[in-house]
């Protein structure tokens, strides 16, 4: 057995005929940071579902350490006014943590000045950080984020991705993060996938965007523009390009 | 002095069913206001006239009829549910007032002149027999229980439901026990208001308990002591006035929410 936390090895989801994942493996091991990429509609959130066991595979194996202790993060979390729920409630549901863990955690995810307002009136942003603190108690070994600052705006989303760093950096986690916002993604040196249905490329960016296949199912002018984050330097505008690939990005 | 001694064990008798269903609806009422059951309630409720029609043709305890009917009912519903063909709303419709019609029919069809409709469509608390009220008790005690029990993982999975996976609570079995609590609920709540109102008993308190409340818990709590409030209140008036205690009892629990609900929505 190896010492990866969870993996899946070979996972293939058909649904109406459509090979939503084929073949798909994806380990994650310990202090792992994977960003998985791809256009709309490439099975990202599928793979994601797989991966939590919310969606049994067609086929492939998902496996899972003995008592891996996971900390999810959902896209966004709508809390209705109908239930009176304060914000310190809601991270103590179901949750065991010491006051001094909590404390902590509220201060590394500036949450602390929320903890009495209830759920309901948080702004995007502040549900976000609420949801990271709440991932973050009780000691998870891993961390998984589908797409987390997506409802955020440039600034939201550069403040919560810096956060997420920090967190990473702060402790002995690995973290699994679903994400849409290339330009962040890919100034980061972490280890991205590109996911489209298949794994198309993966490691560090600088590598990703020179590779054949994610210049194919983002664009040239994308993997060019994804580029410079890593080789300022390295401008050579082609504007003959021609792509016939018929992906669908609805 | 017999007949005093007579009035005050079956007044107390009818206080105590009362209350016992208002405690627990209370409390559940909670999670049909949270997660928008109301209607699923309301058909639930109308579906248990064709278990009474069901329990006078068979002889059997109108109580566990009722209770059968419901829970076959409501697993009828999943699964039609589950097919997509026609929305919630659309299908709780027409079982709803299938059940209820086809309730009607089956009573009249029976032809025994000494059932009184009125009785299951607007309760009639005050002849609930002891029987009734062991179905109460240990009805409402298994209901109670598991609330307390699934309490977290319940609030946990109305917030979000992929949240709630991810920390491994399991939806399905959340989800069944919310139905067959609903059920119990229903069954236990004809004699004391009816089958057209039991769904009041569920949402009007929760609804007041909501502009009172701070905290899921204190909701839940506050609902239940208004609705025993409702159920006492009821009974005065019923008594006093000579009204059906059913409609008495959730017009007391009306009346509360229309007190309450102006005062605090101005400061809100």
Redesign the interface.
């Known amino acids: 057995m190896t010492n990866h936390l969870l993996s899946a090895d070979n996972i293939c989801v058909t649904r109406d005929g459509n090979n939503i994942l084929d073949n798909v493996s994806l380990h994650i091991a310990k202090q792992d940071f994977i960003t998985l990429i791809g256009p709309n509609g490439a099975g990202k959130s599928m793979l994601l579902k797989c991966l ?1 066991e ?1 969606y049994q595979p067609d086929s492939g194996e998902i496996r899972r350490k003995p008592d891996l202790k ?1 900390g ?1 993060v ?1 896209q966004r ?1 709508i ?2 006014p ?5 914000v310190q ?2 991270l103590q ?2 949750k065991k943590s010491s006051p001094q863990e909590l404390q902590e955690i509220l201060l590394e995810t500036d949450t602390l000045a929320l903890v009495n307002k ?2 309901s009136v948080l702004s995007g942003g502040e549900m976000q950080r609420v ?1 990271l603190a709440r991932a973050l108690l009780d000691s998870p070994d891993l961390l ?1 984020l589908d797409e987390p600052a997506q409802n955020l705006d440039i600034s939201g989303q550069l403040a919560f991705y810096k956060r997420l760093d920090f967190a990473f950096s702060n402790r002995d986690i690995s973290i699994l993060m679903v994400s849409h916002d290339l330009h962040m993604v890919m100034s980061s040196t972490k280890q991205v996938v590109c996911l489209y249905h298949h794994i198309c490329c993966s490691g560090k960016p600088e590598v990703i965007t020179k590779d054949p296949e994610f210049i194919s199912l983002f664009g040239e002018d994308m993997a060019k523009m994804m580029s410079v984050y890593h080789h300022s330097h390295d401008h050579q505008h082609d504007h003959s390009h021609n792509h016939n690939h018929q992906h669908n990005h609805g | 002095m017999d007949l005093l001694i007579e009035f005050d064990s079956f007044l107390l008798r009818s206080l105590f069913a009362g209350m016992a269903v208002a405690l627990v609806a209370g409390v559940l009422g909670c999670f049909v206001v949270w997660r928008r059951m109301a209607y699923f309630g309301d058909s639930l409720a109308h579906s248990a006239l064709l278990g009474v029609a069901l329990g006078l043709l068979w002889g059997i305890d109108i109580n566990l009829s009722t209770l059968l009917l419901c829970s076959l009912f409501a697993i009828l519903l999943v699964w039609l549910q589950q097919r997509r063909l026609l929305a919630t709303d659309t299908l709780l419709g027409i079982m709803a007032h299938g059940a209820l019609s086809l309730g009607m029919v089956a009573i009249s069809l029976l032809n025994k002149p000494s059932f009184d409709i009125n009785r299951y469509l607007f309760g009639d608390i005050l002849t609930v027999s002891s029987n009734d009220l062991l179905w109460i008790v240990v009805g409402g005690a298994a209901v109670l229980a598991t609330l307390a029990l699934c309490w977290s993982s319940l609030v946990l999975m109305t917030l979000h439901e992929d949240l709630a996976k991810a920390e491994s609570v399991n939806i399905l079995l959340m989800q069944i026990l919310l139905m067959t609590m609903m059920t119990v609920v229903v069954a236990i709540s004809i004699r004391v208001v009816g089958i057209l109102l039991i769904t009041s008993l569920l949402i009007i308190p929760a609804a007041t308990a909501r502009l009172l409340a701070n905290s899921p818990e204190r909701m839940a709590i506050i609902s239940a002591l208004l609705g025993m409030v409702s159920v006492i209140l009821g009974l005065l008036f019923s008594l006093w006035l000579d009204t059906p205690t059913g409609p008495s009892i959730v017009a007391s629990a009306t009346l509360l929410f229309a007190l309450i609900a102006p005062v605090l929505l101005r400061k809100h």
Request: hydrophobic share 55%; glycine share 0%.
């Open positions: 939590l919310f996971i999810y959902p979390l809390a209705e109908t239930m009176p729920i304060s409630r809601f549901l179901r209830p759920l949801l998984v």
